[in-house]
């Protein structure tokens, strides 16, 4: 299956992509044995992908990473880059590629230090591959000095070194950064395209798809796990019904408190799941002692107190995006009365919920809708300048009562 196959409804990209990976393996084979480049050659050293969430940002640019590497044979009787089956596609695409770094936080920042080491491996010579590639998903995480230390390394780069850089609008990253990228823009695929896609690569049943993706607005990742797991159904059910509940002071700060209580309880799973299993390695790997008592070695206390302090960052993060979802899906239900109210011609995304979302559109106007998609955008801008969530999302609560 050719890398390009789960990118979806980025045709104008995916052409791109692949004429540049035409002319790189065209680099790479002249200077290797003596013949001449391409007179004008679409490759470059660094590029940006923007585009919304969900959009496929990460997935062009592990393809277009993945072609870099191609090494099937076909390449030289005029097949194109990236066959998918290789050895270079395939363990590029699993995440097992020597001479590929995919990098993606489950923190809210990337500090100095780890782009300092992402920029010394950068430097490097491939050593089984064709280029030295960095995946960057989360560039818009960047700090400001992280920013410039990965300044240096754009502006000077190594020979057969490539960096893919992925961020959600040019404004995202730095502007000196993004000056020495090539951009490509990609927008969100169709409904039709993504409901396509989890049938096919996923195996999900056809209506199912088609309602999961249409109740993502075209959101890859979500409209997968919408179709597949339980829990985020019932936990999108749930924020579906908070329109329903802000019709007095105590409806809303009951309904702000059980939407934290519910990214708080995420983001507790999800440590569950990894922090006592990340623990664990680092205690063996330091010589703890048997069990999870073990005696520690001395000097080994400030390696734990790391490790603590990355784990409730990352819970943080967790939470935040857990509300930032919600938000999202609260948007999207307003975005669907506002539709109704204006007579629309635009798709309701959140059919299954259409009673309720008639009976919201009725209570009020176009102006009331308006101002309470202002609220829930002020409560996604508050959580950004990290004000106490549930400060937030009361507030935002209380606005929808208003509106």
């Known amino acids: 299956m050719p890398v390009w196959d789960d990118l979806v409804g980025q045709e104008r990209v995916q052409t791109q992509l692949a004429a540049a990976a035409r002319d ?20 470059t050293h660094a590029w940006l992908f923007t585009g919304p969430p969900g959009s496929g940002r990460a997935t062009a640019a592990r393809a277009f990473a993945a072609a870099l590497q191609c090494v099937s044979p076909d390449r030289a009787l005029g097949g194109e880059p990236g066959c998918g089956f290789c050895d270079g596609c395939h363990t590029t695409m699993v ?34 591959g064709r280029w030295q590639v960095i995946v960057l998903e989360d560039a818009d995480r960047l700090t400001e000095g992280a920013g410039n230390v990965l300044l240096k390394a754009v502006e000077e780069p190594a020979p057969r070194t490539v960096w893919l850089l992925c961020a959600p609008s040019l404004e995202d990253v730095l502007p000196t950064i993004r000056s020495r990228c090539r951009h490509l823009t990609l927008g969100t695929p169709s409904v039709e395209a993504v409901a396509d896609l989890l049938v096919r690569r996923d195996g999900i049943e056809p209506a199912a798809a088609a309602n999961a993706a ?78 999870a008592g073990g005696r520690m070695p001395r000097g080994t206390a400030g390696v734990m107190k790391e490790l603590e302090d990355r784990q409730k960052r990352r819970r943080t993060r967790t939470q935040r995006d857990s509300l930032d979802l919600a938000l999202t899906e609260l948007t999207g239900f307003y975005r669907d009365v506002l539709a109704l109210q204006l007579g629309s011609n635009l798709a309701i995304a959140n059919e299954d919920v259409r009673p309720d979302l008639d009976r919201v559109a009725r209570a009020g106007g176009p102006e009331r809708t308006l101002r309470r998609i202002e609220a829930i955008i002020a409560c996604r801008q508050a959580l950004d300048r990290n004000v106490a969530p549930l400060l937030a999302v009361e507030a935002m609560t209380m606005a929808l009562r208003a509106g």
């Not at 790189?24 to 004008?40: E, F, R, Y």
């Open 24 to 43: 790189a393996d065209a680099l790479v084979t002249a200077t290797s044995d003596g013949t001449p480049p391409p007179p004008s050659s679409k490759m």
């Open 95 to 128: 995440g097992t590629h020597a001479d590929v770094e995919i990098v993606r936080t489950d923190l809210l920042s990337i500090g100095v230090k780890e782009t300092r080491d992402l920029v010394r491996r950068a430097q490097l010579s491939p050593a089984v």
């Open 214 to 291: 249409r109740a993502t607005q075209g959101h890859i990742d979500r409209a997968r796990r919408l179709a597949t797991d339980e829990s985020a159904r019932t936990r999108r059910a749930t924020v579906l019904k908070l329109p329903l509940r802000v019709d007095d002071v105590g409806g809303c700060l009951k309904a702000a408190q059980e939407l934290v209580d519910a990214a708080g309880e995420d983001a507790k799973q999800m440590a569950e799941e990894v922090d006592a299993k990340e623990t664990e390695e680092l205690r063996a790997a330091l010589g703890a002692g048997a069990g």
